[in-house]
C-alpha cells in the first residue's frame, strides 16, 4: 500500500471521526494497526491532519466566528465566543503538558481505546437519555466558570478512545447547555486546542521533514478537511432531529469488537 493510499484512508477516517463523540484519535491508534508509516512520523501525522478537519469547522461556521468588520460593538457576540474557546482551552494546555507524554507512551493503545469506547459510549446513553432543563442557548451566553469547567472536562479525552467532542459535549449538557449549543462549542473548543496540539506537533518534527513527508501530510490535510466539512453538516442537521444514544451504542459495540479481536483472535 503506498503511503498516498495511506494517507487518504487515514485522512478520511480523521475527517469522519473528529467531530462525531466517537473518538478520532482511538479511531486512528486502531486504524495504526493496519495502515500506518514509520512509527514517530505516524504520531506527527495522526496529529497534523487534524488541522485539516479544524480548518473545516472554521469554514463552516465562518458568519458565526469571523469578524465582518471593524466595528468592535457590531462582533462582540463573535469575541465571546473567541474568548470562551481560548478560555476553555487552558485546563487542557496545562494539563496535556504535563502529562501529555506519559499518557501517550503508556495508554496509546487497542485495549484501553476499546475500554474507554465502552465506558463512553454508556455515560452518553445515560446522560442523553435524562431531560434536563437548559440554561444555555448560545455559545456567547456561557459563563466563564461553565466554559473552564468544560475545558477541564475536556482533558479527559487525554485518554485515547474517550472522545473530546464527546467529553465536552456531556460536561456542556451536564452544565446546562442544550444539545445544539452543546455541539457548537465542541466545534469552536476544538478550534485552539487541536491548532495548540498540532503546532506543537509540527514544531517538534519539522526538521526531519522531507519533500515526500510533506506530500503525504498535505494529502491527508485535504482529505480530513473536506471529509470533516461534510461531517460537520451531517452532524448539525442530525441533532435537530435525534439524541446522541446512537453513538453510544456504536461505541459499545466497536469497544467489544475490538476486545473481542484482541482476546480471542
Known amino acids: 500500500m503506498t503511503d498516498i493510499i495511506k494517507s487518504i484512508i487515514l485522512g478520511i477516517i480523521e ?25 514517530s512520523f505516524t504520531n506527527m501525522f495522526d496529529v497534523v491532519i487534524q488541522l485539516g478537519a479544524i480548518l473545516s469547522v472554521i469554514y463552516y461556521f465562518r458568519k458565526e466566528i469571523i469578524p465582518k468588520s471593524l466595528n468592535i460593538a457590531e462582533n462582540k457576540r463573535i ?12 485546563p487542557a494546555l496545562i494539563l496535556g503538558a504535563a502529562f501529555g507524554s506519559y499518557l501517550e507512551e503508556k495508554l496509546f493503545n487497542p485495549v484501553v481505546v476499546s475500554t474507554m469506547l465502552i465506558i463512553g459510549g454508556l455515560v452518553l446513553i445515560f446522560i442523553d437519555r435524562k431531560d ?20 477541564l472536562i475536556q482533558c479527559m479525552a487525554m485518554i485515547p478512545g474517550t472522545s473530546r467532542s464527546a467529553a465536552t459535549i456531556i460536561g456542556a449538557m451536564l452544565l446546562g447547555a442544550d444539545r445544539k449549543t452543546a455541539a457548537e462549542f465542541s466545534f469552536f ?11 506543537y506537533s509540527l514544531l517538534k518534527h519539522h526538521a526531519s521533514l522531507n519533500s515526500h513527508d510533506l506530500l503525504v501530510l498535505g494529502v491527508g490535510f485535504v482529505v480530513s478537511f473536506i471529509v470533516a466539512l461534510l461531517v460537520i453538516a451531517f452532524l448539525m442537521n442530525f441533532i435537530r432531529k435525534h439524541t446522541f444514544q446512537s453513538f453510544g451504542y456504536y461505541r459499545i459495540v466497536l469497544g467489544v469488537v475490538i476486545l473481542a479481536w484482541i482476546f480471542l483472535w
Not at 79 to 86: E, P, S
Not at 132 to 151: C, E, N, Q, W
Not at 189 to 199: C, E, K, N
Open 189 to 199: 473548543l476544538a478550534i485552539p486546542t487541536m491548532i495548540a496540539a498540532s503546532g
Open 132 to 151: 434536563r432543563p437548559s440554561r444555555f442557548h448560545d455559545v456567547a451566553s456561557m459563563d466563564y466558570k461553565t466554559v473552564l469547567l468544560i475545558g
Open 79 to 90: 469575541f465571546d465566543i473567541w474568548f470562551r474557546a481560548v478560555a476553555g482551552v487552558v
Open 15 to 39: 475527517g469522519i471521526t473528529e467531530f462525531l463523540p466517537i473518538s478520532s484519535t482511538g479511531h486512528l491508534i486502531i486504524a495504526n494497526q493496519f495502515v500506518t508509516f514509520e512509527e
